[in-house]
């Protein structure tokens, strides 16, 4: 049986910073001596990631010692963590003052002040943050270069983003699996991003529906949007951008409901 493998227009002038002298991902549940030997770490400690029967107790002990462990961890460039993770849990985090990466998964914060302290941040994915309604603290991020926010719905002030005008790469978008896209008023806000490469909105609605913003965005080369539109209007936007020249939005025929002739979006193998 073929395996369908990711073709290279479906990465195709995708953006990641460079982060120096990374090691290769290693997986924790418990913390131990070997968290010593790499400085990209991946903690896996949601409930179903543990053997069946391992308690609750253990699996609160377990956190408490994470917590003690982490601000110690200096030599860290990158975590990427499976938890659910509170306010305590958050601001032990921000204590990690070499994060070049940071990836939380789900979260129940409602305030990511703390976050200030990661001077070095270059990359943030924050994805299920079902409390949190403001994102200001990001301003104050002056070396990310790669946001990423998806399935916040509370967040009242995603406009505030536009501000951040040396982002390279931003994601914004609901929640992929329910589905439910994320509502965004309006493109113009996002205008001043004008170091922005990518742009991934495959899982937001725009609310006034106008997509002329886009052209503001002189340097974007990808973007990745399901949005709905006149033809004439999408060929409009494709023509006159300087640089747009790949994504689901330059890929895909959307008259015709397929992805167009030439496009290696998968492959099977």
Same mark, same amino acid.
């Given at each position: 049986m073929k395996a369908l493998i990711v073709g290279k227009d479906q990465i195709a002038d995708t953006y990641y910073p460079t982060i120096a002298e990374l090691d290769e991902e290693q997986t924790f549940k418990e913390c131990g001596d070997r968290v010593l030997e790499t400085n990209n770490i991946f903690i896996s400690t949601l409930a179903m990631d543990f053997p069946s029967g391992t308690s609750l107790k253990r699996r609160k002990e377990i956190d408490e010692q994470w917590k003690e462990k982490l601000p110690q961890l200096s030599h860290i460039k990158r975590l990427n963590l499976r938890h659910k993770v509170d306010q305590d849990y958050f601001d032990v985090?921000?204590?990690?003052?070499?994060?070049?990466?940071?990836?939380?998964?789900?979260?129940? &914060?409602?305030?990511?002040?703390?976050? %200030?302290? /990661?001077?070095? !941040?270059?990359? *943030?994915?924050?994805?299920?943050?079902?409390?949190?309604?403001? &994102?200001?603290?990001?301003?104050?991020? %002056?070396? /990310?270069?790669? !946001?990423?926010? *998806?399935?916040s719905f509370k967040v009242a002030n995603y406009e505030l983003i536009g501000k951040m005008k040396w982002l390279k790469s931003l994601e914004l978008g609901g929640d992929t699996f329910a589905p439910k896209n994320l509502i965004l008023h309006s493109l113009e806000p996002f205008t001043n991003l004008n170091e922005l490469i990518e742009l991934d909105m495959s899982c937001a609605s725009i609310r006034d529906k106008n997509y002329k913003p886009i052209l503001e965005l002189k340097k974007l080369k990808r973007l990745d949007a399901h949005w709905r539109m006149k033809n004439q209007e999408r060929e409009l936007l494709q023509s006159e951008h300087p640089s747009l020249q790949s994504g689901f939005f330059v890929a895909y025929d959307f008259v015709k409901n397929e992805f167009k002739n030439g496009i290696e979006w998968w492959i099977e193998k």
């Open positions: 985090i921000c204590k990690m003052k070499n994060l070049e990466v940071l990836n939380i998964w789900s979260s129940t &914060v409602t305030d990511i002040g703390s976050i %200030k302290k /990661l001077t070095k !941040l270059k990359a *943030l994915y924050l994805s299920n943050f079902s409390r949190l309604e403001d &994102v200001s603290p990001l301003i104050e991020l %002056k070396s /990310l270069e790669s !946001l990423s926010i *998806l399935a």
